[in-house]
């Protein structure tokens, strides 16, 4: 079967962030959120008439989810600096809910990616903050439960990124971008516990996976860093489509219907056009739908 190809020439959404990650649908009001980690914004874009409601935050948000039984426009999760917190979106206000330790290294990292499981719990990566130089093997994936309990499940990590699962919610899959790898895990439906873990993709390009989506046919949509594109992969780790976009740094996608919405960060390394449309927000109707992302239990 010969492969799909989508190109994007232009954004959707000329948002000019500086690290545009973390798409998220909110259908209750047929939104999309996103946050811009480096300028510590949290958008919401109406995608009945394209308006843009902005949150400045006073620390870096890096990722965030819907919590179960609670309206979205009232409180959401948000993955911040120091660990899990829970925004008032009525006052830009938040309070930590799950700090990741007390340890003195705690100023060195900050959250990145992360996504609610099937069980509830919610699962975030770590990674070196901002202005300490060269990113270290710091990091880890966590997940955290109602108790606010934190379970290190990987350490040692560079850059932990995307997490999903598969449609019949028994396989996990997790990336590591630094070292170009997204690993599969058994993923027990009744219980929630991992095991065999296993290298399901690699990527041999010049840019680093990113974040990802899955869609109802269990196909990865994955953001390629650096590299202009989003990556179809299919169950079996085989690329089987690809979408251009028109700058490099791609960071995340969300799918809203059949439509897959996609962010960037600024490129002033880039040529022109990578430049002028780096940190924008793309859209290209891929003819499939995703799965929902599943609700954190408070």
Request: net charge negative; hydrophobic share 35%.
């Amino acid at each position: 079967m010969a492969s799909q190809e989508w190109k994007v020439v232009e954004p959707w959404l000329d948002l000019k962030c500086a690290l545009g990650e973390g798409p998220f649908y909110e259908k209750e009001t047929n939104s999309l959120r996103l946050v811009d980690i480096k300028k510590k914004h949290i958008h919401t874009v109406s995608l009945s008439d394209i308006s843009l409601k902005t949150i400045q935050l006073d620390v870096c948000p890096t990722v965030t989810a819907d919590i179960e039984g609670v309206e979205p426009q009232d409180r959401i999760l948000i993955g911040v600096k120091h660990g899990l917190a829970v925004l008032d979106r009525q006052t830009g206000t938040y309070k930590m809910l799950a700090p990741f330790n007390s340890q003195e290294n705690n100023e060195r990292i900050r959250a990145n990616d992360g996504a609610a499981d099937p069980h509830g719990k919610f699962w975030l990566g770590t990674m070196t903050d901002f202005g300490l130089g060269e990113f270290q093997p710091e990091g880890f994936l966590a997940r955290f439960d109602s108790s606010k309990a934190k379970e290190e499940v990987l350490t040692d990590l560079v850059i932990p990124n995307g997490i999903g699962w598969s449609p019949d919610n028994k396989t996990m899959y997790f990336t590591h971008s630094k070292t170009r790898e997204v690993f599969a895990f058994d993923y027990s439906p009744e219980t929630g516990a991992v095991s065999n873990k296993r290298l399901w993709y690699r990527h041999e390009g010049p840019g680093e996976p990113d974040g990802f989506r899955v869609d109802v046919d269990g196909n990865v949509w994955h953001a390629i860093y650096g590299e202009s594109s989003v990556l179809k992969i299919s169950p079996d780790g085989k690329v089987i489509g690809s979408i251009t976009l028109p700058t490099r740094n791609i960071t995340c996608v969300q799918f809203v219907g059949t439509e897959l919405f996609i962010t960037s960060a600024a490129d002033e390394e880039g040529d022109e056009t990578s430049k002028r449309y780096g940190g924008g927000v793309f859209k290209v109707d891929v003819g499939i739908a995703g799965l929902e992302l599943f609700k954190f239990k408070l």
